[in-house]
């Protein structure tokens, strides 16, 4: 059995977490300090994918803890967010993942061509898929948008997570075709996400 809560105290937030003869994937540095009979698999996954193996750091790779007890991951001001997946598959961002159900898969992933590279798109992220909970950490409330062929999201906000489906692109904006007319960022930069399922994001301008 698996038990997951998230204990806010004085604008602190902790996320607890029971075992009892249950798993979890964890982040690494998030772990405060562990209670019980809990045990803990290091081991590196192989991949199929070269490309895998060569450009992930031993971080990319999340240890799985098991056994009866108690963790506590570490204090913040941020905000843990958690979601519950259904057959799902989700791009994390970076520094986003705090902690996930054993019935998810966790692995990294590569994107590399020249086009992200020169606008400042990462060549690897997470993906998360399957169905369980997953405990995302985001500077803010964390909000949803749904996007679709018709109805593409762009952001100038903290992106947390989106769909797989969804692909990022980063474009200049054009202040003639688009809600957003401000001439100090028209020349800028803005991040597209295009195709269907959801964005996961924090506003960063209300951000308290």
């Known amino acids: 059995m698996l038990s997951i809560v998230i204990n806010k105290r004085n604008k602190i937030n902790q996320v607890e ?3 009892e003869k249950d798993s979890i ?12 009979d809990i045990t803990v698999d290091t081991t590196i996954k192989k991949f199929k994918n070269f490309l895998s193996t060569y450009f992930f750091s031993e971080q990319s790779f999340k240890p799985l803890f098991s056994g009866t007890g108690t963790i506590y991951l570490k204090s913040s001001k941020n905000t843990f967010f958690e979601l519950e997946l259904n057959n799902d598959n989700l791009i994390l961002e970076k520094n986003t993942f ?4 054993s019935s998810l898969k966790i ?3 590569t994107n590399l061509s020249v086009a992200n590279k020169l606008n400042g798109i990462p060549a690897s992220y997470t993906v998360v898929s399957g169905s369980g909970k997953l405990i995302l950490q985001a500077p803010g409330d964390v909000q949803k948008a749904t996007v679709s062929e018709n109805n593409s999201f762009t952001s100038f906000n903290k992106i947390i997570a989106r769909s797989s489906k969804i692909k990022h692109s ?19 930069l803005v991040d ?9 994001f924090v506003d960063i301008l209300n951000i308290s």
């Open 17 to 19: 977490i029971k075992l």
């Open 25 to 36: 994937y964890l982040e690494p540095a998030a772990i405060e300090y562990i209670h019980g």
């Open 98 to 101: 705090w902690a996930a159900s």
């Open 107 to 109: 692995f990294p992933e």
């Open 170 to 188: 980063r474009q200049k904006l054009d202040p003639y075709n688009s809600s957003i007319t401000s001439l100090a960022i028209s020349d800028k």
């Open 192 to 200: 597209v996400y295009t195709g269907d399922g959801f964005v996961y």
